[in-house]
């Protein structure tokens, strides 16, 4: 197969994955510029080993590449400060139609979710972003993160109890 027949199966397979990728990446890495270094890692190594995969779900042989290049990254770097999300992405989470005060509100209530998420061990917050985020079904996220699909329901179920917790008082004040 020639060079420009394997980049346009891998630009078709692969790289139309990149918002996941640097959605997941930036949740585990809790840093947007690090989570680009990472997915740019992670797609150097995607290219390098793209003979090898043998079709199936592009995002998700993808994915599990980028969780471990995060993986790599956080040993080496073990960093445990939290980046706050830029304003370009949290204009993203704001709906157009709202009223000025509605949009406070929602943008309040986002930071405080984001922060329940980001305090989450990263076990349970790669789950959580996995499936809430991503929407990724148990048998995806279990072949990314390498474990059985209970282990996967078992960190979910804990992950989600946690930020019912956290999250409660934020539900309390709506009802």
Same mark, same amino acid.
């Given at each position: 197969?020639?060079?420009?027949?394997?980049?346009?199966?891998?630009?078709?397979?692969? &790289?139309?994955? !990149?918002? *996941? +990728?640097?959605?997941?990446?930036?949740? /585990?890495?809790?840093? #947007?510029?690090? @989570?680009?270094? $990472?997915?740019?890692?992670?797609?150097?190594?995607?290219?390098?080993?793209?003979?090898?995969?043998?079709?199936?779900?592009?995002?998700?042989?993808?994915?599990?590449?980028?969780?471990?290049?995060?993986?790599?990254?956080?040993?080496?770097?073990?960093?445990?400060?939290?980046?706050?999300?830029?304003?370009?992405? &949290?204009?993203? !989470?704001? *709906? +157009?139609?709202?009223?000025?005060?509605? /949009?406070?509100?929602? #943008?309040?209530? @986002?930071?405080? $979710?984001?922060?329940?998420?980001?305090?989450?061990?990263?076990?349970?917050?790669?789950?959580?972003?996995?499936?809430?985020?991503?929407?990724?079904?148990?048998?995806?996220?279990?072949?990314?993160?390498?474990?059985?699909?209970?282990?996967?329901?078992?960190?979910?179920?804990?992950?989600?109890?946690?930020?019912?917790?956290?999250?409660?008082?934020?539900?309390?004040?709506?009802?």
């Amino acid at each position: 197969m020639s060079f420009d027949a394997v980049t346009a199966r891998f630009e078709a397979t692969v &790289l139309i994955h !990149l918002d *996941s +990728a640097w959605n997941l990446a930036r949740w /585990l890495v809790r840093s #947007e510029h690090d @989570a680009q270094d $990472v997915v740019q890692e992670a797609c150097v190594r995607a290219l390098r080993s793209f003979d090898g995969f043998r079709g199936g779900d592009g995002r998700c042989w993808l994915l599990t590449i980028v969780r471990n290049t995060c993986c790599t990254w956080l040993e080496k770097n073990r960093r445990h400060e939290p980046e706050a999300l830029s304003e370009e992405t &949290l204009d993203q !989470l704001e *709906s +157009a139609g709202s009223s000025p005060p509605g /949009l406070l509100l929602r #943008e309040a209530e @986002a930071e405080q $979710v984001r922060e329940a998420i980001e305090e989450l061990p990263t076990e349970f917050r790669e789950i959580v972003v996995l499936r809430e985020i991503e929407g990724l079904s148990y048998k995806e996220i279990s072949a990314i993160a390498g474990i059985p699909a209970g282990t996967v329901m078992s960190r979910l179920a804990r992950a989600r109890k946690r930020l019912e917790e956290k999250l409660s008082p934020l539900i309390a004040e709506e009802a």
